[in-house]
Nanobody, 121 residues
Framework: QVQLVESGGGLVQAGGSLSLSCAAS????????MSWYRQAPGNQRELVAT???????NYADSVKGRFTISRDNVKNTVYLRINSLKPEDTAVYYC???????????????WGQGTQVTVSS
């Protein structure tokens, strides 16, 4: 099994910055795509940013220029740097990865438990 553990959420004032991290652990052969999603109360979960194993990134339009996703393939860890926080960034942020547990095995999707980010105005 693969576990994802997020850290770094909290309460921040608008205009501030925050860094999230998420480490994948367990029986892992290789982690492929890693992403951050978020879900605000009453809203559907939305994709915030994605990074491939090779480092290619993609962002939601609402966060481009403010959020930066990165990863460490040795540590199987993905990071999200959030700058210029806005109240509408308030949400539970979830880590996601697609990983294979053994060579030749099919990949599976895994989710973290979520970390709360609250931005005060």
């Amino acid at each position: 099994q693969v576990q994802l553990v997020e850290s770094g959420g909290g309460l921040v004032q608008a205009g501030g910055s925050l860094s999230l991290s998420c480490a994948a652990s367990g029986n892992i052969f290789r982690v492929y795509v890693m992403s951050w999603y978020r879900q605000a109360p009453g809203n559907q979960r939305e994709l915030v940013a994605t990074i491939t194993r090779g480092g290619s990134t993609n962002y939601a339009d609402s966060v481009k220029g403010r959020f930066t996703i990165s990863r460490d393939n040795v540590k199987n860890t993905v990071y999200l740097r959030i700058n210029s926080l806005k109240p509408e960034d308030t949400a539970v942020y979830y880590c996601y990865c697609n990983a294979a547990q053994q060579l030749g095995y099919s990949t599976r999707d895994y989710w973290g438990q979520g970390t709360q980010v609250t931005v005060s105005s």
